[in-house]
């Protein structure tokens, strides 16, 4: 069977691969055409009709920039994706883009699939009308979001967590203490570590603040998680701390607590046993605040909270993440405590929601099931 697949994303180009691996075992006549990345186009053994980082626009002002190649993109995809005929398009995440590819592959009489729900639970739920039109099915790595797809009355498989599967195949590989510490060159103090995010704007906005929170600690270690295409004098504005690349599950598997800014990392961080604050400082307004709590439909924003249904770890978002607010919620995380040993419970109780399923495994399963049907 013929496969196309979206990826638009870096993240996505991850999950991308994997999926094409399973496709690839489990249909040994599968045909790949893909939009992705690096890891995707090693997957597929070829190279994608776009790469990812052609793709890959963020935020208001750097898309106006890009409309010209947007629209290009776009152009290309469809009718690649025309002249190709595919048993079906997979969907990866990537909304704004495929959404509209979906709806002209619907338009065509190609059935449509969407592995990992874009986050219309939490914003933009309008999203939810080009769905219901234009995708055919549902696979999602989130156990929560069946109950809003539910609820919408559409088609949905939870299929696992990847990266559940990451930390635990990473597990048995992860450094020693004593090992890591020789790697780094680091004296034997505790570790907290920090994790400002993979974007320019996140660190600008997070790594300030989660520094001075840090220092409030002076008898343990910061260091940084480096994103790999930051340069090093972005973190040296801030503060003399080891900066640390492709080390973050050593890092955080050898640290007695983490900063964390909002996003996947909240959940990788939990599932390697790391008490853990969340935080999203963005401009820091109050203003920006209750705008984003008007637009926002979900009680958290970190994923462990958000699985677990209630709050495992203090979430610290805009005007109300200050370098005191940080340094309050961390300290009792740090010694042996009531409060630490309640969010690694929360912890186990968030690891039980996620199950056992191998996400690209069932995934995969799942379509050729459907199509051979």
């Not at 994608?48 to 152009?75: C, Q, T, W, Y």
């Not at 005007?319 to 309050?328: E, R």
Request: with cysteine.
């Amino acid at each position: 069977m013929h496969y196309f697949i979206i990826a638009g994303e870096a993240s996505g180009d991850l999950h991308g691969a994997a999926l094409i691996k399973e496709l690839k075992r489990q249909d040994p006549e599968a045909k790949i055409s893909f939009l992705g990345g690096d890891k995707m186009s090693e997957a597929a053994g070829h190279e994608p009709i776009i790469h990812n980082r052609d793709m890959a626009f963020m935020g208001f002002s750097e898309v106006l920039r890009h409309l010209g190649k947007i629209f290009s993109n776009l152009s290309t995809t469809r009718r690649k994706l025309l002249d190709a005929r595919p048993d079906c398009l997979i969907l990866i995440d990537y909304p704004s883009f495929n959404l509209k590819v979906a709806k002209t592959a619907s338009s065509a009489g190609i059935l449509v699939y969407y592995y990992i729900s874009p986050k219309i639970w939490a914003w933009k739920e309008w999203r939810i009308k080009s769905i219901k039109r234009y995708v055919d099915r549902m696979f999602s790595i989130l156990p929560f979001e069946r109950q809003f797809y539910q609820r919408h009355n559409f088609p949905i498989d939870y299929v696992g967590n990847p990266s559940v599967e990451e930390i635990d195949s990473l597990r048995p590989t992860l450094l020693s203490r004593s090992e890591f510490l020789s790697l780094h060159r680091l004296r034997d103090r505790q570790i907290i570590a920090l994790l400002p995010g993979s974007r320019m704007g996140e660190i600008r906005c997070n790594l300030p603040v989660m520094v001075e929170a840090a220092r409030r600690f002076p008898q343990y270690r910061p260091v940084i998680a480096g994103a790999r295409d930051i340069p090093d004098d972005v973190y040296a504005q801030f503060c003399d701390y080891p900066v640390l690349r492709d080390s973050t599950f050593d890092l955080l598997a050898n640290s007695r607590a983490a900063i964390v800014t909002s996003g996947t990392a909240t959940l990788e961080t939990a599932l390697l046993g790391v008490p853990q604050v969340v935080v999203y400082r963005s401009n820091g307004s109050k203003l920006a605040y209750n705008i984003m709590r008007k637009l926002i439909k979900v009680d958290y924003i970190s994923l462990p909270n958000l699985i677990a249904d209630r709050e495992i770890i203090p979430e610290l978002i805009l005007h109300n993440c200050t370098p005191d607010s940080i340094a309050d919620a961390l300290a009792p995380l740090l010694p042996d405590t009531p409060v630490r040993q309640a969010q690694l419970d929360g912890y186990a109780d968030m690891r039980q929601q996620l199950g056992t399923s191998t996400a690209a495994v069932t995934t995969a399963k799942l379509i050729i099931d459907a199509l051979s049907h």
